[in-house]
């Protein structure tokens, strides 16, 4: 149980374009789940904090209009990243927590993003 | 805000030889949690500690959280190559988020 898909896993666009990543919990409803952002050989970031029907909490130095968090359902969670640039280059990762009195993050696979 | 160091940021072991990483954080945790993350992929949850001075162990890994709840340690007996990767601790404080340590990059040589 408790499985997160990210998708794509991979995605390369070319600088100035959108690119939309997905989250998704496959078998549990999440209702907080939380964007992280990796660069090579470093440790994860967290990005924000989204909780399903509001808008995201996100973290000092992070652009809100940047990067654009939407938590529609308790399954799915969507990032923006609008206008991207090649120091946008990153390991994006995902997170889903069940609720209730636990704190257990559940990771999605990632995904990878290259601007050009 | 709150901060977890974590030490040492690399260790290469011989095969067969054991492996410590310790984490340190800045204020009281409600809980720490570890995951390990190989190379290329996602951080996987490894456990979570949630008592003052708990010790858990699963097969190889012995993980322990201290007395003060502010510090952690994971400790693999043995390692093998499998045992490669990235491992990180995550402390949750009161605002329920997960703030990551640096990782400790372990590297077995066969």
């Known amino acids: 149980g408790a499985v997160v898909s990210q998708h794509p896993s991979r995605v390369i666009c070319k600088s100035g374009t959108s690119v939309k990543i997905e989250c998704r919990s496959l078998d549990f409803q999440a209702t907080t789940m939380f964007w992280y952002r990796q660069f090579p050989k470093q440790s994860l970031m967290l990005m924000a904090t989204?909780?399903?029907?509001?808008?995201?909490?996100?973290e000092q130095g992070v652009e809100k209009d940047k990067f654009l968090i939407n938590h529609a359902s308790l399954t799915l969670s969507t990032l923006t990243v609008t206008s991207a640039h090649p120091e946008d280059s990153s390991f994006y990762i995902c997170s889903a927590r069940s609720g209730g009195f636990t704190d257990t993050q559940y990771f999605g696979p990632g995904t990878r993003l290259t601007v050009l | 805000g709150q901060q977890v160091m974590q030490i040492p940021q690399y260790q290469h072991v011989q095969e067969g030889e054991d492996f410590t990483t310790y984490c340190n954080s800045s204020t009281t945790l409600s809980n720490i949690q570890w995951y390990k993350q190989r190379p290329g992929g996602h951080p996987v949850f490894l456990i979570q500690?949630?008592?003052?001075?708990e010790v858990k162990k699963q097969k190889r890994l012995t993980f322990q959280f201290g007395e003060a709840k502010k510090n952690s340690s994971l400790h693999i007996t043995a390692t093998q190559t499998t045992d490669v990767g990235t491992y990180f601790c995550a402390g949750s404080g009161s605002a329920r988020q997960l703030t990551f340590g640096s990782g400790t990059q372990l590297t077995v040589l066969p």
């Open positions: 500690l949630v008592k003052s001075g």
């Open positions: 989204s909780n399903e029907g509001s808008k995201a909490t996100y």
